[in-house]
C-alpha cells in the first residue's frame, strides 16, 4: 500500500513538472494543487479527522492555508518543469 503512495506522490510532482515542461497555462496551477491538497490530507488524516468531525472555522482556514502552501509547492515545481524546458529548446 506504501508503494501505491508512494507512486501516486511521484506521479503528481511529475504531473506538476510536466505542466510547466509543456507551457500550460497558469490556472492549471490551481486545479493541480486541489490534488496536491487532497493528497496531502489523506497523508496526513490522522491529524485532519478531528477537524473533518467538527467542522467549524478551524476546519475551513486549515484548508485554506494547506491550499495556499500547496499552490507554492506546485508553482515551484511549474517553474522547474519550464526552465528544463527552455535549456533544452537553446
Partial sequence: MNFIKG???V???VSAIYTGFAN???WSILLLSLLFTAAYIQGKWYL???LFQQQNRQLYQ???VT???QAVVVFVF???GSG????LNR
Fill in 48 to 50: 485532519w479527522h478531528r
Fill in 84 to 87: 528544463v524546458a527552455r535549456l
Fill in 78 to 80: 511549474y517553474l522547474l
Fill in 24 to 26: 500550460f497555462p497558469l
Fill in 62 to 64: 486549515s484548508l485554506l
Fill in 67 to 69: 491550499y495556499l502552501i
Fill in 11 to 13: 506521479g503528481l510532482l
Fill in 7 to 9: 507512486l501516486l506522490g
